[in-house]
């Protein structure tokens, strides 16, 4: 079976030999990156890949800031994902932890009943109190969550989503394929399930209400795969995200908001650790390319620079002081602890 993950990046240096040897773990036989504007080495690093043949790497196609938006619509054409027979759609913070079979996305699929797409569920891993960036598994440092069914006061979570070849596909969203409009027949519409092997809702399916075009909800909906989205990782690394911006939204608040949104570590989870001895084992074979550790750890120096150039500056100081200074808990949920007198 060839799987295809496509994904768009800009400095994630230090995350990319993780990401790739966890989703070659799972399955993945093929990798299309877009790189855009970077600084600290990402491309470099993907262009020594795929001059091993290890990856597709591209520079991103945009005209404009929806960086992300334009390359999945340039993707579509691609040859490694038109040959695909499925695509998995997903960004470097995003880890596939698959709890049936072998762990696998050939498990995944076969107990979803090969269904023409698979819209797993975000889990959000929170900071963990972790402030100094270490060149180590997110996977292993990272290990508490919201509760999986509730995110944020609210029950729908968001996806990303696995697409078969075949399917009747009008273009890749970030969070799922949308079909085509001339599709009125019902028989004719997509099979497509959620993470435990259920239809996903009808108006999901059809698109039919905006603000749910990539969320559902959460409860009974993970038995098979859950999609564990590390989105703070360190202090550090979060004030080198900050820095850099949204893939997509040019003005979005990636400082207090974002952070208080994500960094509830009400729920520990260790079960994607099943995959750490083998990733731990792929890392080492990557690294043992000189080419490719010397310029994975050159991502690392940089990253490191960048943290202490941002650490130069009063803006930065002061975030980095708000951020630790900040509850581990979702704004809903600390509000009405503080109405309920029960915080201060």
Known sequence: MRITAVTCVKNEGPFLLEWIAFNRLIGVTDFLFYSNDCTDGTDHLLDALAKRGDVVHLANPAKTRKYQMEALKHAADQPVVTEADWVWVADV????????????????????????????????????????????????????????????????????????????????????????????????????????????????????????????PAAGVRRFATLNHYALRSLDSYLVKSDRGDVNRENRDLAEGYWSERNDPAWEDLSVHRYLPDLKAALAELKSDPEIAKLHDETVRLHLAKRDALMATPEFVALYDRLKSLPPYPPEEWALMRELGLAE
């Open 93 to 216: 913070d995003e880890f596939l932890n698959i709890h049936v079979g072998d762990h696998t996305i050939p498990a995944l699929i076969e107990a979803c009943g090969t269904p023409d797409a698979i819209s797993v569920t975000f889990q959000f891993f929170a900071n963990c109190g972790i402030e100094g960036f270490e060149d180590r598994p997110v996977i292993e440092q990272f290990t508490r969550s919201h509760n999986p069914d509730l995110w944020c006061a609210d029950t729908a979570i968001e996806v990303k989503t696995l697409t078969r070849k075949g399917f009747p596909l009008q273009y890749f969203g970030a969070h799922r394929p949308f079909f085509r409009d001339k599709i009125v027949d019902k028989a004719n519409w997509p099979r497509w399930t959620d993470g435990s092997g259920q239809n996903v809702p009808h108006k999901f399916l059809v698109a039919a209400i905006p603000r749910r075009v990539r969320k559902f």
